[in-house]
């Protein structure tokens, strides 16, 4: 390299003009350099030991690309959504339409409730109608490919979270559209007399861990690929808008009683009589953009509604369903003393209205600390950082402190949760303590969940939760409901949505307030008839409002069924007579999805090998029909439709970044100018793209500009002298 003293040696000969051009590159230069020295002198102190500096991990789009024009297939959605009594069965149609002039193959990332039991796929081509089968899922990805290479339509649909899945079609002719249509059927969900539906519209942008961290020593690179592969897709650049991704929705809602005080606190609805008991609800703007979840709420216009029975007989065997809500009323007395730890999520996915909707939450609940409560704030994005080394007392000092370190909290890095979980869930109290002295352990989660390891964290509850209780925040307009519920249910807490900054007041209040003590804990089911196999198998603490939901499976469906427990310090039980059921078609599917989810939870717990659990979860996805981890729906068209030796052209359709998100604070600014693969790639080309991840390799690109610099004061320096000789 040319020493800086040399080059000003030989500008002292030069012209003014050419003085002035190499002295601006020289100044170039030298801050290049500086600024070289100075960042390698950080990197060295704060780099892992392993040099890596992309090993914090990969934000969500590694290989996939930010599209900024509209892709070649155009996807348009609608959902037909139909409730009756405590289930809500949803047609999806999804329309895929080539606007180009080739044949394409397209794929789509869509969101699903997490408890959503997929069930049905039909592929709809002019005025044909392929049904689709269920089939182990490399068999149905082989079915899937055969009939691609052949020219033949073909339509996939596959789990890549139980909140997330793949529709893919294949072979798509110029100007064409193609329908594919899934079927699932979800649980309403009851808390305090509110019912609530809630469909999710987009697939938050994921953040992928590194391949290997101090927690995680042996995530292995297939892994992290494998993550990479399943949870991420295109994101729309923010210039793209509301004409990408239309969705419209029309809810037909039959409760079963008169419903009251109907509302969708994130979109606007039309609401018609369709009957005494009976509403239709529409989207007011006719379509909106998938880029939040759309919520539909509504109570009984009479008193609210404490059981629910319903039944189904399918194959020889009966199901059950029954919802028992506890009396709402709190232990007498004044609420024994808690140890509560706030963890709060300040990575770039929460970066705009979800930052301060968070920041706004954890000073409420500092608000709501009593002196005799004990109290601890963990922030974490890819770093974390503890505000005491252990819980304090919530003296008017500490909680002010914590006010201050909450104020102080910007949204930048990546979402490294697993070792926030891990500090929290430590707990400092003896064992062998005296119950006055232990209290109530909580754990409460701020966050969006927008993370791919979501099996991390439910196994490290497993093993370490001990007498925590952990309870899940989602915050923002989209956040991986998924993550939240088992997170929670693993923790024996409860999981609370706030959707948007209004809502923090009142969600947050009704969290608190059902915090203060467990209505109901140390239940218990037993059945005096026929053997009854339910689910969940180990049951969890209720707090007010909140009903146990009791899916069971019996050879022939008899007798009682009896829920015991405590409720503060006295005994309580209920009891239903089982032959009160009502018929229902939607108990099996509800029953075998809640099975599969038991049978993931133990394996992350450890309790179950990989193997076994396989087997067993696609036992039940061939047997109930249903798409899971180990299961797939395929549907063929016989008719091949591409001509022999037409190219087919593949296109990973863009998602729209969640409302309320920023997409600088999200990628620094980089993301928005990287290059999109081309309108129209060949299959795989697009594959070739790499954008930005959390950690770049920017001293690389240091190097290269002061390497490019000093190359070009040698060309000036060579033109000055050849000008001179002439």
């Not at 339509?153 to 002719?173: T, Y």
């Not at 994101?235 to 990408?244: E, H, I, T, V």
């Not at 929705?249 to 419903?259: E, K, R, Y």
């Not at 994130?266 to 009976?278: E, L």
Request: charged share 25%; proline share 7%; with cysteine.
């Amino acid at each position: 390299m040319m020493e800086p003293v040399m080059v000003l040696s030989r500008i002292s000969f030069l012209s003014g003009r050419s003085r002035c051009r190499i002295a601006l590159a020289l100044a170039l230069l030298l801050a290049v350099v500086g600024g070289t020295l100075l960042a390698g002198r950080l990197q060295a102190e704060d780099a892992p030991s392993d040099g890596d500096a992309i090993g914090s991990g990969t934000l969500l789009l590694s290989g996939k690309g930010v599209a900024e024009s509209l892709p070649a297939v155009r996807l348009g959605t609608d959902m037909d959504v139909t409730v009756s009594g405590p289930v809500a069965r949803v047609r999806v149609t999804q329309a895929f339409r080539n606007t180009s002039d080739r044949w394409m193959e397209a794929t789509y990332l869509y969101p699903l409730p997490e408890d959503g039991a997929v069930d049905s796929l039909k592929m709809v081509v002019g005025d044909r109608v392929i049904v689709g089968h269920i089939k182990r899922r490399a068999e149905a990805r082989e079915i899937y490919e055969k009939a691609r290479e052949r020219g033949q339509k073909a339509g996939l649909v596959e789990a890549e979270r139980p909140n997330m899945f793949r529709n893919s079609v294949a072979n798509v002719g110029p100007g064409e559209t193609v329908l594919i249509q899934i079927e699932y059927q979800a649980p309403v969900r009851q808390v305090s007399g509110e019912f609530a539906l809630r469909l999710p519209l987009v697939v938050g942008p994921r953040y992928v861990p590194a391949k290997a961290t101090a927690e995680n020593p042996a995530r292995p690179e297939a892994a992290v690929a494998k993550d990479i592969d399943e949870v991420t897709a295109p994101l729309a650049a923010p210039a793209l808008g509301k004409g990408l991704n239309p969705v419209s929705i029309t809810v037909h809602l039959a409760p079963g009683f008169v419903p009251a005080n109907l509302i969708s606190p994130y979109h606007r609805i039309a609401v018609s009589d369709d009957g005494a008991q009976a509403r239709t609800i529409r989207l007011a703007d006719g379509t909106v953009p998938a880029d939040r979840d759309f919520e539909l709420r509504w109570r009984s216009a009479s008193a609210d509604p404490t059981l629910s029975l319903f039944r189904q007989a399918l194959d020889g065997k009966d199901y059950v369903m029954a919802s028992i809500v506890p009396p709402a009323r709190l232990p007498q007395g004044k609420a024994p003393p808690r140890e509560m730890v706030f963890v709060i999520d300040n990575s770039g996915s929460m970066g705009g209205q979800s930052m301060d909707a968070a920041k706004e939450s954890l000073r409420h609940a500092l608000d709501t600390l009593r002196p005799e409560d004990r109290f601890n704030v963990i922030r974490f994005d890819d770093t974390m950082t503890q505000l005491f080394e252990q819980s304090v007392p919530a003296t008017p000092e500490q909680i002010a402190t914590a006010r201050r370190f909450t104020e102080g909290l910007e949204a930048n890095g990546g979402t490294e949760m697993l070792p926030a979980l891990k500090a929290a869930l430590v707990d400092s109290t003896p064992g062998d303590a005296p119950n006055n002295e232990r209290g109530v352990r909580q754990v409460i989660f701020l966050t969006d969940g927008d993370l791919s390891n979501e099996k991390d964290m439910m196994a490290e509850i497993a093993a370490h939760g001990g007498r925590s209780r952990v309870f899940m925040v989602g915050i923002g307009s989209a956040p991986n409901t998924f993550l939240m519920r088992r997170m929670a249910e693993a923790g024996r807490g409860t999981y609370t949505n706030i959707g948007d900054g209004t809502e923090v007041n009142a969600k947050m209040t009704a969290l608190l307030d059902r915090l203060k003590a467990p209505v109901a804990r140390d239940l218990t089911v037993t059945v005096d008839g026929a053997p009854l196999d339910f689910t969940p198998r180990h049951l969890p603490d209720l707090y007010a409002g909140e009903p146990l939901v009791l899916l069971g499976q019996a050879q022939n469906l008899s007798g009682r069924l009896t829920v015991s427990g405590m409720i503060g310090d006295k005994p309580w039980s209920q009891t239903v007579d089982l032959s009160a059921a009502v018929d229902s078609p939607a108990v099996a599917r509800l029953w075998a999805n809640r099975r599969v989810a038991e049978i993931e939870a133990a394996r992350a717990a450890g309790e179950t090998e990989d193997d076994q659990a396989d087997g067993q979860i696609a036992e039940l996805g061939l047997a109930y029909s249903l798409v899971t981890s180990q299961t797939s729906l395929v549907a063929v068209d016989e008719t091949p439709t591409r001509p022999a030796g037409a190219r087919l052209t593949r296109e990973e359709l863009p998602l729209l970044l969640p409302a309320g998100w920023d997409f600088d604070t999200l990628f620094n600014g980089a993301a928005a100018h990287a290059t999109p693969p081309a309108a129209g790639a060949e299959a795989g080309e697009a594959d070739a793209i790499t954008l930005p991840r959390t950690a770049t390799g920017y001293m690389a690109l240091v190097e290269k500009g002061g390497l490019a610099l000093l190359l070009g004061v040698a060309l000036l320096l060579a033109g000055t002298r050849r000008k001179a000789r002439a």
